[in-house]
């Protein structure tokens, strides 16, 4: 049964797109005139290639996510763009209106000491789950306001995991001279 | 010729594509009134957490981050908050003109504003940046057909989109959360049962114990999961108005039964869920 819905959305596109350009023939075809105001030809509709383009797109999309849970790739793929670490900005940016509300289990720890070798926190300041982007404790801004207000550098543990693999990522954070921070990727590991 | 034209209400002197005939058909149609629900939904959702985002902007001034993942401009205060006054402004001037082509035009830059929020170092995260992206997706593209298409075809595309749209969103959210530690409850149990305040967490903690808690939050865990995955799935499939009904239930009691601020993530996805209530058969 889920081995169809990948054959499902693969066609639907097909089908949709078919379907709406059969309904646009027929309403220039049999729409009656006295219905459409001054309406001098019947070729007046334009092929609608704005509207075949977002459908592609929609379901495109909508198989990337409905491969995540086979395809280890599009998990590590998606946790990585989590935790800000994607090859490049492009490959990331590109990402960002694939919908990820509440993805993944997502812990952070903020601590004032440098974690271990094996990514045990010490000094923790806090410590929770948090529901996607689990860089935006330190990126937001009520993040930037609690973690950051003492001055004192930061490392930031991010654990996201996912049906058996996970991504960890360990960041430092610096009071650099101009009053701003440096944010540096100190370790990162994925499973 | 004149058999066909019996009947016929011509506007004098109306061509395809002049000025008279889109502003004449633009102000009457469903389509131009999905639109108008659309982009209100937009702008209620740009602005519903003003304050928080007046503070964060001051946040983002005096506690920059320099991260070389960003490009500069994306990591700069300034450019976060060009870019929200200008969607916002943008959205109003697309709520209230007629003319097509300033539409468009004003479409085009909250777009491109809003497409700036969804990548800044300081917006990314935020998902009411990506539901307002999607909707300035659907806005622009009705724009571009309002005055050529028929409206009876232009709606029922339009909801069509829009339905295709929210399963996608609706799937996006479920498809993560297949995964243990959601089906458990045991993410669902740190981020609000634990100690979130919000009315329907403080009843549940004052009414029971620990353990009865995390098995609510499992059960609450395992609705979330089941609601979202069928309707990602479905959604795009059910009649208009049943997936309009169904659209604005879902995600009104998401903000209603977890968190206010969501309603800035939502209210676009509920304007986009009401298109499909134009669809009358």
Known sequence: ?191 | MSSANAGLRIAPAVQIGSPAMTEVNAASSDAERQLRLVLSGMLIGLLWKLSYFAGADHVYASVPLQDNFFPVWLQQAASLRLAYLTAALAISIAWFVRSLAVRRAALLLSGSASTVMLLHQGSYNDMTFTTLWWCHVWALWISTRIGTDPDDRLHRKAAFLSRLMLSVVLLGGAVGKWTGEYWSGEVFYEIYFRDRDFWVFNLLRLWFDAETLAWIAMAYSRKVILVETIAGLVLWLMPPRWAALTGVVIFSSIALLSNWLLFSVLAPLIGLSLVGWYVRR
């Open chain 1, 1 to 191: 049964m889920w081995s169809a819905f990948p054959l499902l959305l693969v066609c639907a596109p097909l089908v949709s797109m078919s379907r709406a350009s059969t309904d646009l023939s027929i309403s220039v075809r049999e729409y009656p005139l006295s219905h459409c105001p001054a309406v001098e030809s019947p070729t007046a509709v334009s092929t609608d290639w704005f509207f075949r383009i977002l459908v592609t797109s929609l379901f495109a999309v909508a198989i990337w996510l409905l491969a995540m849970p086979w395809v280890p790739a599009i998990a590590q793929c998606t946790m990585h763009r989590f935790h800000l670490r994607t090859g490049s900005f492009a490959a990331w940016a590109v990402q960002q209106p694939i919908p990820p509300m509440y993805s993944f289990a997502n812990t952070t720890e903020v601590c004032d000491q440098l974690p271990d070798h094996t990514l045990s926190s010490r000094g923790v300041d806090h410590r929770g789950m948090i529901n996607h982007f689990p860089t935006r404790v330190f990126t937001w801004a009520s993040g930037r306001a609690t973690h950051l207000r003492d001055g004192a550098s930061k490392w930031f543990v991010l654990r996201s995991a996912y049906r058996g693999h996970g991504v960890d990522s360990v960041y430092r954070l610096d009071r650099s001279r101009d009053g701003g921070w440096t944010v540096s990727l100190v370790e990162g590991d994925a499973s």
